[in-house]
């Protein structure tokens, strides 16, 4: 028992880290919203210091998550994800795993963008990710590249390069995204016929 509440407030700070990055906020601005000191935060990303009740409340709150998403209640043998939708500007990322600190996979719904949103400036983090589009269309911004990507492409990528995904289209667009740590890249493997 005491193992498995070891092992569960281990899983916490890279959960919370991966929800602070995936919202793109900084320590300070999550020390804004919550109240809780930039030390105090990093130290609960880096696993240095024990999550409470105290601190968890506030950043379930700011996270729009509830305390279980936080702290990944203990398996009851249900495989099924139930991780609820992120919602920033428009797009939709629903959780298809629920495990921080490895693969991640999303699937992710993108409104059709203004033409001006390719004037946006690419982004670059830790990371490589792999990306299949299901619906629509997908506008990839890779550095010097501009690609297009229809139903049925995927694209790979180090995310350190920096990137930008629109929808050039006139409806929503599906994608299915896999995000992984720095080094960790998907390898596809088809039998062949």
């Not at 209640?73 to 298809?96: N, S």
């Not at 619906?135 to 990507?149: P, T």
């Amino acid at each position: 028992m005491a193992k498995d509440l070891d092992s569960a407030l281990a899983a916490v700070g890279p959960r919370l880290r991966e929800l602070r990055q995936r919202r793109e906020m900084t320590l300070t601005q999550l020390a804004e919203s919550t109240g809780i000191s930039v030390s105090t935060l990093s130290r609960l990303e880096s696993g240095t210091r024990r999550p409470t009740l105290e601190l968890l409340l506030p950043l379930a709150e700011a996270y729009q998550v509830t305390l279980d998403e936080l702290v990944d209640a203990p398996e009851t043998g249900d495989p099924r994800v139930r991780a609820r939708p992120i919602e920033r500007g428009g797009r939709t990322w629903i959780p298809l795993t629920r495990r921080p600190g490895g693969l991640q996979a999303f699937k992710q719904i993108l409104p059709p963008d203004p033409p001006a949103a390719c004037d946006q400036e690419q982004k670059t983090h830790e990371g490589y990710e792999w990306l299949y589009v299901l619906s629509g269309k997908v506008r990839l911004l890779l550095g010097e590249h501009d690609i297009v990507l229809t139903p049925g492409e995927a694209a790979e990528f180090d995310t350190r390069l920096p990137h930008l995904i629109l929808n050039p289209g006139p409806e929503p667009a599906e994608v299915l995204n896999i995000f992984g740590p720095q080094g960790e890249r998907l390898h596809v493997r088809a039998r062949s016929t």
